[in-house]
């Protein structure tokens, strides 16, 4: 297993139209492994293929163990083809990108969502999600049409994360 670089905005592979997966091999099962240690490393909720330079339908997502209202908390969703069957009830919630570092907003999403997939037994299967992790699988999902959380917002609707403005007066009182 490996942490990967997680490439960030301007690189042309964020903006792919992702291929479909047909079949699952050992190439692939060690992107999945790469991409879950990736997610880990980085704190982040979900990572999309496109975002570690590789450009198929697949994503990985896991709500942390710590968020006990959600009766998935802590477990690992890796899914393949992924599709937003149904959803409903929109609302605004803040969204960040580990592709986008350092930037939040408030993105149109959906409460609850069901997903279908495959997952790494090739099973075909359907999750129904809320909150986060809803928002998570929204989020993958579009990463592999190469559509980012800043596509949906005005620039000036972008705030810094509150972590980049501590870290940025600690540059200063540094300096
Ligand atoms: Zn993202």
Not at 75 to 86: A, D, H, R
Not at 92 to 108: D, F, R, T
Not at 157 to 169: A, I, V
Request: glycine residues 6%; contains cysteine; hydrophobic residues 40%.
């Amino acid at each position: 297993m490996a942490v990967l670089q997680i490439r960030q905005y301007g690189d042309p592979v964020l903006r792919a139209k992702c291929k479909r997966v047909s079949r699952l091999d050992r190439s692939l099962r060690a992107l999945v492994d790469d991409m879950i240690e990736t997610m880990h490393e980085a704190n982040g909720v979900g990572l999309a293929a496109p975002q570690v330079g590789v450009p198929v339908r697949l994503f990985v997502a896991e709500v942390p163990a710590d968020h006990e209202d959600d009766p998935f908390a802590g477990q690992t969703f890796v899914l393949f083809n992924p599709e937003i069957v149904k959803v409903s009830d929109e609302y605004y919630p803040e969204e960040g990108c580990l592709s986008i570092p350092g930037w939040v907003a408030n993105v149109k999403r959906y409460e609850h969502c069901t997903i279908k997939g495959r997952d790494m037994t090739w099973k075909e299967v359907r999750i129904r999600a809320s909150g986060l992790l809803a928002q998570a699988f929204q989020h993958e999902t579009e990463h592999l049409d190469g559509v980012l959380f800043v596509d949906h917002v005005r620039p000036e609707d972008l705030r810094p994360t509150k972590r980049e403005e501590q870290s940025e007066e600690v540059a200063v009182a540094a300096s």
